[in-house]
């Protein structure tokens, strides 16, 4: 079971489910990380990238954004690990 679940309602409500809550709230929580995960990669790894903003990349400023972005999922994946599989 995961941390957001919850058990089944016990008998007949007439409003929409609790698991039918919680999914809505993991999906407005997963967007809102997903938002928020994008705009921060955007903004680190294009201030640190593009020194000359212009119509199209070059190939450094590409290959600089590749590896800038794949370091962010990486330590993000990292903390992840950290924080939900630590001793509580």
Same mark, same amino acid.
């Given at each position: ?36 995960? /994008?705009?921060?990669?955007? @903004?680190? %790894?294009? #201030?640190? *990238? ?6 199209? /990349?070059?190939?450094?400023? @590409?290959? %600089?954004? #590749?590896? *800038? ?20």
């Amino acid at each position: 079971m995961d941390p957001f679940s919850s058990p089944a309602p016990s008998s007949g409500s007439s409003g929409p489910s609790t698991e039918a809550l919680m999914d809505q709230v993991k999906a407005q929580l997963a967007q809102a990380y997903a938002e928020e995960f /994008l705009e921060t990669v955007r @903004s680190k %790894c294009f #201030s640190k *990238c593009i020194t000359k903003p212009g119509t199209g /990349l070059s190939g450094s400023e @590409s290959g %600089c954004i #590749s590896r *800038c972005v794949e370091r962010y999922i990486e330590a993000t994946r990292i903390i992840g690990q950290a924080l939900f599989n630590s001793p509580r």
